[in-house]
């Protein structure tokens, strides 16, 4: 019949039945495709081919993009790359690593060198000025020492000098320790209050400062009975042009006669008092605020020497002291090592300043003493100081 088609039929509705729906005609759609009138029938041949065809659809332009955004070789080894485990940090030692330092240290040494260049030139031809050749006749580096002041270095001086080089040298290193170690391995308790427990460099470090005070006090008692104060304190207002002088001849690298055994120059004499009688209170004073000794009820005493004042200073004290040994023990070997080590660790010299220093007694005493120092920082650990500190107190590992 014209403009009708036959009725797809599908599955029978029920089982062994006919197809659904019955054979028939329908009028034709123009321009429509011919679909079965009942919306529940769906024929199940169909479909798979519809869904294979629809995923294929799906799947070409998913396949399309991917080639479109596929890396080039390139970038691909970049990826790589980036991906690739990376090489360990280097360690810091502070705010650099070893190579770091070990570059800041050459650039440093460096620019010392540059700098001391500078200073020696700089100072030679200010000191061949008319006027500076003046100065430095009129003010040579040291003054004439009242007629009383005693000649020569006794032995006890020399005695003092070591024993003070050796409790600072233990000092020194106590110090940094309870600076730097936040969780120190042992731990000592005084027996009266067994809770007040500090670190065991700790105590070793204040117990030193014990031997340390005792030692500057018989040491000034000393320099008080038997007249040695006046080689070291100053007694005319001369001493600070002829510091000025000295300092000069120092930086030209043209350095003023010594003779420790007679006279100290200037410059030495103020820092010999800057030492003993500045420094020395200073440091005692403020490592007394942060000691175990500091009383508990302060009252007033506090706001008078507040503990944050103490650390900023006690700890610039020591450096100090650093500082003091390391240009005295250059300036010893530097103007006459024989003879000045003989002064202070033989005690034998002589008023005259050209007297042969070719004895090797000083320096045998002297190396003497450096074995004893070493070895006594060496020594100086937890195993040894443990069975010391509990004569005292009572010791705990942490």
């Given at each position: 019949?014209?403009?009708?088609v036959?009725l797809r039929?599908g ?6 039945g006919e ?6 005609l329908?009028?034709?759609?123009a321009?429509a495709p011919?679909?079965?009138?009942a919306?529940?029938?769906k024929p ?6 519809e869904a ?10 998913v396949a399309s993009?991917e ?5 080039e ?5 970049s990826?790589?790359r980036?991906?690739a485990?990376?090489a360990?940090?280097p360690?810091?030692?502070?705010p650099?690593?070893t190579?770091?330092w070990v570059?800041a240290t050459?650039v440093g040494?460096?620019?010392v060198?540059?700098?001391?260049a500078?200073v020696v030139?700089?100072t030679?031809?200010?000191l061949?000025?008319?006027a500076?050749?003046?100065?430095l ?5 040291e003054?004439?020492l009242?007629?009383a002041?005693?000649?020569?270095i ?6 003092q000098h070591?024993?003070n ?8 290193k106590?110090?940094?320790?309870v600076?730097?170690e936040r969780?120190?391995?042992a731990?000592w308790a005084?027996k009266?209050?067994?809770?007040a427990?500090?670190?065991?460099p ?5 117990s ?5 005070l ?7 008692v000393?320099l008080?009975a038997?007249?040695?104060?006046m080689?070291i304190?100053?007694?005319s207002w001369?001493v600070?042009?002829n510091a000025l002088?000295?300092a ?5 690298l ?8 007679v006279n100290y120059?200037?410059l030495?004499?103020?820092a010999y ?7 020395a209170p200073?440091a ?6 942060m000691?175990?000794?500091w009383?508990?009820?302060?009252g007033?005493?506090a706001?008078?020497i ?5 650390r900023r200073?006690h700890?610039?004290?020591m450096?100090?002291?650093v500082a003091f040994?390391v240009?005295?023990v250059?300036?010893?070997?530097a103007?006459g090592?024989?003879?000045n ?6 005690a034998?010299g002589?008023?005259d300043p050209?007297?042969?220093a070719d ?6 005493f002297?190396a003497a003493s450096?074995?004893?120092?070493v070895?006594?920082v060496?020594?100086?650990r ?6 010391i500190a509990?004569?005292?107190?009572t010791?705990?590992?942490?």
């Open positions: 019949m014209a403009g009708t036959a039929r599955l029978p509705r029920v089982a062994g197809p659904w729906p019955p054979a028939g329908a009028p034709e759609r321009g011919i679909v079965a009138e919306a529940d029938v199940v041949a169909s479909a798979e081919p294979s065809a629809e995923s294929e659809a799906s799947a070409e332009p993009a080639a479109s955004v596929a890396p070789p390139s970038a691909r080894a990826e790589a980036s991906t485990p990376s360990p940090e360690v810091r030692h502070g650099f690593t190579r770091q570059g050459a040494l460096v620019g060198l540059v700098v001391a500078l030139l700089g030679r031809w200010l061949d000025l008319p500076m050749r003046d100065f006749v009129a003010y040579p580096g003054y004439r009242p007629d002041a005693p000649v020569g006794p032995a006890w001086l020399g005695w070591f024993f080089v050796f409790l600072m040298a233990l000092i020194v106590s110090g940094l320790q600076r730097t969780r120190p391995k731990l005084p009266r209050d067994p809770k427990k500090i670190g065991l700790a105590w070793f470090h204040q030193l400062d014990v031997f340390w005792a030692n500057g006090v018989l040491f000034v000393l008080a038997t007249g040695q104060w080689r304190v100053p007694t001369e600070f042009p002088s000295a000069l001849q120092y930086a030209s043209d350095w003023p006669t010594e003779n420790g055994w120059n200037s030495q004499q103020l008092f800057a030492t003993v009688f500045l420094a200073l005692a004073i403020t490592g007394y605020r000691s175990m000794w009383p508990k009820r302060q007033g005493l706001r008078v507040p503990m944050e004042w103490a200073v700890f610039p004290v450096l100090y002291f040994t240009v005295h250059l300036l010893v070997f103007t090592a024989l003879r080590l003989n002064h202070m660790y033989a034998r002589s008023a050209t007297a042969s004895d090797w007694t000083g320096f045998w002297f450096l074995v004893v120092i070895g006594a060496v020594a100086a937890p195993l040894v100081l443990a069975p509990r004569l005292f107190g010791v705990t590992a942490r």
